[in-house]
């Protein structure tokens, strides 16, 4: 089993930035992969970033450049920087853990609302 725990978010104004962090707790050295999910209401669950044991990463095409993810896997963290928000980027973001085994964990979200 893997716990997560994320924090980091909050009201930002457009142009602003925040940094959300996720700790992994449990069963970490099953974890091949970490990332950000994000959920805006009426919307679909989506993928922002991941990255890998091995440090490859992936971004959505929308905050790309001005997102960035980074991880600690001996820790079990992962890390999003969010530079350049603008109001689009208000959802409820995820921590998500992706296990060898094929199976995800999820943490229970934290809201991001940029709004003037």
């Known amino acids: 089993q893997v716990q997560l725990v994320e924090s980091g978010g909050g009201l930002v104004q457009p142009g602003g930035s925040l940094r959300l962090s996720c700790a992994a707790s449990g069963s970490i050295f099953t974890i091949n992969a970490m990332g950000w999910y994000r959920q805006a209401p009426g919307k679909e669950r989506e993928l922002v970033a991941s990255i890998t044991n091995g440090g490859s990463t992936n971004y959505a095409d929308s905050v790309k450049g001005r997102f960035t993810i980074s991880r600690d896997t001996a820790r079990g963290t992962v890390s999003l920087q969010m530079n350049s928000l603008k109001p689009e980027d208000t959802a409820v973001y995820y921590c998500?853990?992706?296990?060898?085994?094929?199976?995800?964990?999820w943490g229970k979200g934290t809201l991001v609302t940029v709004s003037a």
């Open positions: 998500n853990a992706h296990r060898w085994s094929g199976m995800d964990s």
